[in-house]
């Protein structure tokens, strides 16, 4: 049905398809034309949506802060993978949500530092726990971010570099 095509643009827009190349698939596939300016369109409504999230005011305080990388192909000019940093927190009554993400060539101390700033600037002030992988550099960030917060290292990262550093 022709109420599927906003999905299926943005589908084909992640795939590093241009706006005219998406006209036509759209185009042979529900014998229905979208100009490419329409187009252009849904994806700037969906930039639209992740510029407000980015932008949307946060609680002053969580119970805990999980801070993350996975590693994702994406294609730009080639395929290649890239990070995708993502902050999760848990509020006072327990419920989770997705606080910020990013993504970069690699995962960094500055990057989260980055994202730690654009938390506090949108209201964040206190939580009481901060875990994360070891990523070099990290734990420094978050005491200067987060000087109250406890530090700790995620378990599944702790056993996965335990696993490394014991014969099978």
């Known amino acids: 049905t022709t109420k599927n095509i906003p999905n299926l643009v943005l589908k084909l827009y992640k795939s590093g ?4 190349e998406i006209q036509e698939i759209i185009e042979s596939l529900y014998s ?3 100009s490419t300016s329409t187009i252009s ?14 932008k949307k005011p946060l609680k002053s305080d969580y119970f805990a802060i999980f801070m993350d990388s996975t590693y994702v192909p ?6 290649e993978k890239e990070a995708i940093n993502i ?21 960094s101390a500055s990057e989260w530092d980055a994202l730690l700033e654009s938390l506090m600037e ?7 726990i901060v875990v994360s992988d070891g990523c070099t550099g990290l734990k420094d960030t978050i005491k200067k971010r987060l000087p ?12 996965r570099h335990l696993d490394s550093k014991v014969r099978s």
Not at 43 to 50: H, P, R, T
Not at 148 to 159: D, E, T
């Open 41 to 54: 369109k849904i994806v700037d409504a969906v930039q639209a949506d992740v510029d407000n999230f980015k």
């Open 148 to 159: 109250a917060a406890l530090y700790q290292r995620c378990f599944v990262h702790l056993i």
């Open 87 to 107: 902050i999760m927190g848990i509020d006072m009554d327990g419920f989770p949500e997705v606080l910020a993400f990013s993504i970069t060539p690699t995962e």
């Open 32 to 34: 229905h034309k979208y």
């Open 17 to 20: 398809m241009t706006d005219y």
């Open 122 to 128: 949108r209201g964040l002030k206190n939580t009481r």
């Open 74 to 79: 994406l294609r730009r000019d080639t395929v």
